[in-house]
């Protein structure tokens, strides 16, 4: 009887310090988080596997494929998960991490041929993913700061994004003209 009144007083600890650490509504709030980028990872970075080997890929760097529209939708599914997280109350820092992972994978992502080898093995997604793993158990509200913070990084993320299309549409051009196509 004493070890069952000291389980059910443990149990009862656990659920205060529980609620003390994370309440119920963030908690419900960040429940939303784990499964869109577990998805977005999957569908992304993780989706096929080449046949007879490990090694695991997504529809990033297919998509990837298509010069310009390509790398900008990718980008930007990232950035409406970046956008989901800031709202969700991820901290700034953790936006940077993963802000600058979209970054990374989005500028190397403009080289032609280079960047779609890149995107086969950066996985932009997974790695946002696993932060975000690291940092769920965290609590921390979301301040106008944070907003501003994740604003200046879609614009830079945009700034990159037409970068991208500019230069994709300046290579296509000169493309056709070298081999007397326009």
């Known amino acids: 009887c004493a070890a069952s009144m000291q389980s059910k007083i443990e149990n009862r600890k656990s659920e205060i310090l529980e609620w003390e650490l994370l309440p119920p509504e963030e908690k419900k709030r960040r429940a939303g988080l784990e499964p869109l980028f577990k998805w977005l990872a999957l569908i992304?970075?993780?989706f096929l596997r080449f046949p007879g080997t490990g090694f695991r890929f997504g529809l990033d760097p297919i998509?990837?494929?298509i010069p310009g529209l390509g790398d900008t939708a990718s980008a930007l599914i990232s950035t409406f998960s970046l956008i989901y997280a800031a709202r969700c109350g991820v901290p700034r820092i953790m936006l940077a991490r993963m802000s600058l992972n979209i970054l990374i994978n989005e500028i190397v992502g403009i080289?032609?041929?280079?960047?779609?080898?890149?995107?086969?093995?950066f996985k932009s997604n997974a790695r946002n993913y696993e932060l975000l793993q690291q940092h769920l158990g965290t609590s921390r509200r979301v301040?106008?700061?944070?907003?501003?913070?994740?604003?200046?990084?879609?614009?830079?993320?945009?700034?990159?994004?037409?970068t991208g299309i500019v230069v994709s549409?300046?290579?296509?051009?000169?493309?056709?003209?070298?081999?007397?196509?326009?």
């Open 111 to 121: 080289v032609p041929g280079v960047g779609d080898a890149f995107s086969f093995w």
């Open 63 to 65: 998509i990837g494929l």
């Open 44 to 46: 992304m970075d993780d």
């Open 143 to 162: 301040r106008k700061s944070d907003w501003l913070f994740v604003m200046v990084v879609i614009a830079l993320l945009f700034f990159v994004v037409i």
């Open 169 to 182: 549409i300046f290579m296509i051009r000169e493309l056709l003209r070298l081999f007397h196509l326009a």
